[in-house]
């Protein structure tokens, strides 16, 4: 019974470049919450998504982020252009219940902007 | 000030050592959460609790609704159990955001 899986682990980007990153949950759970962490600095929640739906994407910038948890398969968080301020850890978390479930992480995408 | 506030930010300890972490925090809550993260590593649930006390193996989380107040206890610690322990409330508002503490860095020299 696998864990959360992300992947990639580490993804190196140029300015303006693609980043995606993808988040499979755990079996079962079917709500998925991305985090991203600055360097020295705390999580701070970005998206809230069940299957086929955005619940909460109230922690997203505006412009060129974008998240989506289709049927089938992972969970995306897309970052277009990305930037050297995108640098960081995203997280993603999995439950099975969203009001009172335990969350389950994965191991984090270290994004690094050159 | 913050909604959730831990305390010390840095704990510096000798093996052996039995360590305590405080949270307190401002907000109503329906649920508490305290997680672990090793430098670079992931992030691992360690205890989600409402109300009285958890206890798994060396470790302990213990919770005060009416203070407001939680400790993570560790004894008989150990190299290993050298992370980052962040505290997390679920508010009360909200069936699924967590409010985030800064964290207490944790060393445990050998």
């Known amino acids: 019974n696998a864990g959360v899986m992300q992947n990639p682990r580490h993804l190196v980007r140029r300015r303006g470049q693609e980043a995606r990153l993808r988040c499979s949950p755990m079996k079962g759970h079917s709500h998925v919450y991305w985090y991203r962490q600055l360097p020295e600095e705390g999580l701070k929640f970005m998206v809230y998504?069940?299957?086929?739906?955005?619940?909460?994407e109230s922690g997203m910038p505006k412009e060129r982020f974008s998240a989506e948890f289709p049927k089938e398969g992972p969970s995306i968080l897309r970052i277009q252009q990305v930037v050297r301020g995108d640098s960081a850890a995203y997280f993603c978390?999995?439950?099975?219940?969203?009001?009172?479930?335990?969350?389950?992480f994965g191991e984090g995408s270290r994004l690094t902007v050159l | 000030k913050n909604e959730v506030e831990q305390s010390p930010q840095n704990l510096t300890a000798q093996e052996g050592e039995f360590i305590t972490i405080n949270c307190s925090y401002s907000v109503g809550i329906s649920a508490l959460h305290w997680l672990q993260q090793h430098p670079g590593g992931g992030i691992v649930s360690l205890f989600m609790l409402s109300s009285g006390k958890k206890k798994h193996g060396r470790l302990i989380a213990t919770i005060n609704i009416q203070e407001k107040h939680s400790s993570l206890h560790i004894t008989a610690s150990h190299p290993r159990d050298s992370a980052v322990y962040i505290c997390a409330v679920r508010s009360g508002d909200s069936n699924y955001q967590l409010i985030w503490g800064a964290g207490t860095k944790l060393i445990i020299k050998p």
């Open positions: 998504l069940q299957k086929e739906n955005i619940i909460d």
């Open positions: 978390a999995s439950n099975l219940v969203a009001g009172t479930g335990e969350l389950f």
